[in-house]
């Protein structure tokens, strides 16, 4: 079962950028399909982005469409998820998850906060 893990969190102001990245351990995070998730206070889970497992299919949501890059390197086992513009509503917590299939997510992490706020 893959573990994961993410960093890149923080406070910014409004119009700043952050990296999100998602890591793994227990297997490696190039089987598996990723994606990034965020959750607003109060709020239901909704999605960011979803990268496939060689990286040739990305998916951007609406809101993120943009703004937001999602990439990956295999050698380094890393999804990485790079927010600019960031805006008040962007403030959540982003989880990565994992999938052996693309849409299927199996393995979630802990979250990483993000707030954006002036």
């Known amino acids: 079962q893959v573990r994961l893990v993410e960093s890149g969190g923080g406070s910014v102001q409004p119009g700043d950028s952050l990296r999100l990245s998602c890591a793994a351990s227990?297997?490696?995070?190039?089987?598996?399909?990723a994606t990034w998730f965020r959750q607003a206070s109060g709020k239901a889970r909704e999605f960011v982005a979803a990268?496939?497992?060689?990286?040739?299919?990305?998916t951007i949501s609406g809101s993120g469409r943009g703004r937001f890059t999602l990439s990956r390197d295999n050698d380094k086992g890393t999804v990485d998820l790079q927010m600019n513009g960031l805006q008040p509503e962007d403030t959540a917590v982003y989880f990565c998850?994992?999938?052996?299939?693309?849409?299927?997510?199996?393995?979630w992490g802990q979250g990483t906060q993000v707030t954006v706020s002036s």
């Open positions: 227990g297997n490696r995070l190039s089987n598996y399909a």
């Open positions: 998850g994992a999938g052996r299939a693309y849409g299927t997510w199996t393995a």
């Open positions: 990268i496939s497992r060689s990286g040739d299919s990305i």
